[in-house]
């Protein structure tokens, strides 16, 4: 099987970084062809462009073409980091440190996502559609890279899956999507709770069935009560006295 050719240009260009440098006017003439792209895609579909109708709908040959992508594969490969890229630049506005920044994560990638009407934007439409269509060798890391986002919007990367699935829903309102996913967390939790193993019961010594094998524990002492208010249920192994003032 021959390998593709793509991926031949990514080991070379990695065995020398040199290999990727762009001039300011191949970064133009990318840009632009990143924008025809989706607009084409966007209109025709993944299978209505060809790679020779993409060159000539950017007015050049196929053969220039090629010098910035190998083939529509790559090119939807780049088209979608760009897009992750941007999710990404709207989420670091969130601070790392606000408590209430998953719920803040969620809504900066629907901002990112969505028009103002609530639809998808249509980067993150053709996204949604052709990402998983991609050959493995492309599709791996922007997986990798989607999940990523997924753990910082849900704070769980047990969730993080269910959560953009909800995200990337077209149908779903973008301003119930908060309220659904809370309704989510809450049902969890209270199943959770209701499958909870009830406390143990103490064990009897058979030899002395007046005293369970769990002992009680012993009298709080007195000297004590004012520092346990204070400094609430100590640890285990804390020396409570240890830190009383003399």
Known sequence: METPHRLLRAVAEDADPKLRD??????????????????????FGRHGVTFRGLA?????????????????????GELFVRHMRMI???????????????????AAYIAATRTG????????MLFTMYRPTLPD???????Q??????????????????????????????EEIELIWQRRIARTAAFAKANAA???????????PAKPSH?????????????TLISGVTKPGFDVRAQAPP
């Open 22 to 43: 762009l001039s300011t006017r191949d970064l133009d003439r990318r840009d632009r062809i990143f924008e025809v792209a989706q607009t084409l895609f966007s209109r």
């Open 198 to 208: 009830p406390p143990r019961a103490p064990v009897i010594d058979l030899q002395n």
């Open 117 to 124: 009407f609530g639809a998808p934007t249509q980067a993150h």
């Open 215 to 227: 002992a009680a524990p012993p009298p709080p002492d007195p000297e004590l009560d004012d520092l």
């Open 145 to 174: 890279a989607r999940l990523a986002l997924g753990d910082m919007i849900s704070g769980s990367a047990d969730r993080a899956d269910e959560l953009l699935e909800l995200l990337d829903t077209p149908t779903i309102d973008p």
């Open 137 to 143: 060798d492309i599709a791996y890391d922007l997986n």
């Open 56 to 76: 000539a709908a950017n007015h050049m040959s196929p053969v220039t073409l090629r010098r910035f992508f190998l083939d529509i594969d790559a090119l939807l």
């Open 88 to 106: 990404a630049t709207f989420m670091g506005r969130v601070s790392a440190d606000d408590p209430d920044r998953h719920r803040l994560y969620r």
